[in-house]
C-alpha cells in the first residue's frame, strides 16, 4: 500500500493556507516552522516519557523491596518528578575548579542529542514520522552513538578520576556491544532487504508469527534478545550500570554535575531507555501493527493523506491506534528493563567484555549469516523462483544451530578458567 509523507502533507497544507494571506512568505520558511513543531512536539512527549519512567521505576522498585515508595509529593506520589525537576531547577550549576568548561558545558547536550535525534527516523504510525528517510535505520544506529563521546567528554572536562573512569568503562562497554547490537539489526536488515523503518514494520504481519522475531526462525528470535541485552548495556542499566558504579566511582562520569546539567544526563537515559525499546519493537515485535488491529478504511485513508468528510475521523483513529500499539510495545520492553535493574547485581567489567566477545559477538554473526540466507530463500519462495522446501529446510535447521550454539556457550560456561581456583603456591624447600 503506497503512503504519502505526513511532513510533505503538513508544510504543503500550512503553505498554501498562508498564501493567500502572505504571497511573499517563503516556502523554506514553511518548511522551518513545521518542522520546528514537529521536533517539539517529539521533545515534549519524549520528556513526559522520561518523567513516567522515573516514577515507575520508583514505584516498581518499591514494590520488589516491600516498602512504599514516593507518597509525599500528591496522590500516590504521582508529583514527585516535578518536584526533582523544580529543585534541579533552582539549584546552581557548579564547575569544578581546572575543569574544561566547554567541554564540560558541550556534554550534556551531546548526551541529550544522542537520545533525541534517533526518535526522528522511528516510525510511531505508517506515516506519524518526522524523517522517512531510505536509511532510517542507519541514521538511528548513527546518532545514538553520540551518546558514548558526551560520556568520554564528561569524564575528561571534570579532572575528576571517578568520571575519567566511569567515561572510560562506557566508552569500552558501549564500543564492544555496538557490534552484536548492529550485527542483530542487521540480521532484520537481511531478511526485510530495506533500511527503511516504516518499511521494515509494514513488511510485518499483524499476527505474532508474522514478525521478524520469529519469521527468521532461530536466527531471528536469537538476534532479539542479543539486541535486547545490547541495549541494556548501551543504555548503562543494570547490571551493565558499570559507568555510574556508586560502590566503586561515587557516581561514575556525571560525578561533578549538578542542577539542569545533570538532569540532562538523568532524563537522557530515561529517554534512550525508550528508545531501543521502540526501535526493538519497530525492527522485531511488529512495530505499530499489534494489539489492535488497524480499520482499513483509516488504514487507507492515513497512508494515502486522503482527508474527506467520510474518511478524516477514520483515519484520525487509525493514526491514534498505531501510537498505542508500539508505544503499549516499547513501554512493556521498558518496564522489563527495570524489573532487571531492580533483580539482577551488577557483573564486573570483564564479566561484561566476556560475555560481548565470547558470547554476543560470535552469538550475532551466526544470526546475520543465517538471516541473510533465509532472506534470499523467502525471496525466492514468495516470487515462486522455485520451491519453498529450501527456505523450510533452513528455517528448520535454524533450530538445530540454535541447539547447538547453546551447547557451545554451556562449554564456554564450564570451562571458563576465571572459575577455577588457583594452585597454591608452592614454599621454596629449607
Known amino acids: 500500500m503506497a503512503r504519502a509523507s505526513l511532513m510533505d502533507f503538513l508544510i504543503n497544507g500550512f503553505h498554501g493556507w498562508l498564501s493567500p494571506y502572505a504571497a511573499w512568505w517563503p516556502l523554506w520558511v514553511s518548511q522551518l516552522l513545521v518542522m520546528s513543531a514537529f521536533l517539539l512536539f517529539i521533545l515534549v512527549w519524549v520528556a513526559v516519557a522520561a518523567i513516567a519512567g522515573t516514577y515507575l521505576e520508583r514505584r516498581l522498585a518499591a514494590f520488589m523491596q516491600s516498602r512504599l515508595g514516593p507518597n509525599r509529593v500528591g496522590p500516590e506520589g504521582i508529583l514527585q518528578p516535578l518536584a526533582d525537576g523544580i529543585k534541579l531547577f533552582l539549584k546552581e550549576a557548579i564547575l569544578p575548579d581546572d575543569s574544561d568548561w566547554l567541554l564540560f558545558r558541550l556534554a550534556p547536550v551531546l548526551v541529550m542529542l544522542g537520545a533525541l535525534l534517533p526518535f526522528l527516523a522511528i516510525p510511531f504510525g505508517a506515516v506519524f514520522i518526522a524523517a522517512d528517510l531510505d536509511v ?4 538511528i544506529l548513527a546518532f545514538a552513538a553520540l551518546e558514548v ?9 571534570a579532572n575528576s578520576k ?3 573512569y566511569g567515561g572510560m568503562r562506557l566508552a569500552a562497554q558501549m564500543m564492544s556491544n555496538e557490534i552484536p547490537m548492529g550485527l542483530c539489526a542487521l540480521s532484520v536488515v537481511f ?9 521494515i514494520v509494514e513488511m510485518q504481519g499483524f499476527w505474532p508469527w508474522q ?4 519469521r527468521g526462525g532461530a536466527f531471528t528470535l536469537v ?3 542479543v539486541f535486547y541485552v545490547s541495549a541494556l548495556a548501551n543504555t548503562k542499566r543494570a547490571p551493565f550500570d558499570l559507568p555510574e558504579a556508586e560502590s566503586e566511582l561515587v557516581s561514575g562520569f556525571h560525578t561533578e554535575y549538578s542542577a539542569m546539567p545533570f538532569a540532562f544526563f538523568f532524563m537522557a537515559e530515561y529517554a534512550a531507555m525508550y528508545m531501543v525499546s521502540a526501535v526493538a519493537v519497530v525492527l522485531f515485535f511488529g512495530g505499530y501493527k499489534f494489539p489492535i488491529p488497524v480499520p482499513d478504511v483509516g488504514a487507507v485513508a492515513l497512508r494515502q493523506m486522503n482527508f474527506t468528510a467520510a474518511t478524516i475521523g477514520p483515519a484520525l483513529v487509525a493514526a491514534a491506534i498505531e501510537f498505542f500499539n508500539i508505544t503499549l510495545k516499547a513501554w512493556i520492553l521498558f518496564v522489563l528493563m527495570i524489573w532487571l535493574r531492580w533483580t539482577l547485581p551488577r557483573i564486573r567489567l570483564d564479566q561484561v567484555m566476556y560475555a560481548c566477545l565470547k558470547v554476543m559477538l560470535p552469538f550475532s554473526l551466526v544470526c546475520a549469516m543465517g ?5 534470499v530463500l523467502d525471496y525466492r519462495r514468495i516470487h515462486q523462483i522455485d520451491g519453498g522446501s529450501p527456505y523450510v529446510i533452513v528455517l528448520s535447521a535454524s533450530y538445530l544451530i540454535l541447539v547447538g550454539m547453546l551447547a557451545w556457550g554451556y562449554h564456554l560456561h564450564v570451562t571458563d578458567p576465571r572459575k577455577k581456583p588457583a594452585a597454591p603456591a608452592k614454599e621454596n624447600a629449607i
Open 211 to 214: 514478525w521478524w522475531v520469529f
Open 149 to 157: 563521546i558526551g560520556v568520554i567528554m564528561a569524564g575528561w572536562a
Open 136 to 139: 532510517g535505520l542507519f541514521f
Open 223 to 225: 538476534a532479539a534478545l
Open 371 to 375: 538471516a541473510a540466507l533465509l532472506g
Open 162 to 164: 571517578w568520571s575519567l
Open 191 to 199: 531478511m526485510a532487504g530495506t533500511l527503511d523503518t516504516v518499511r
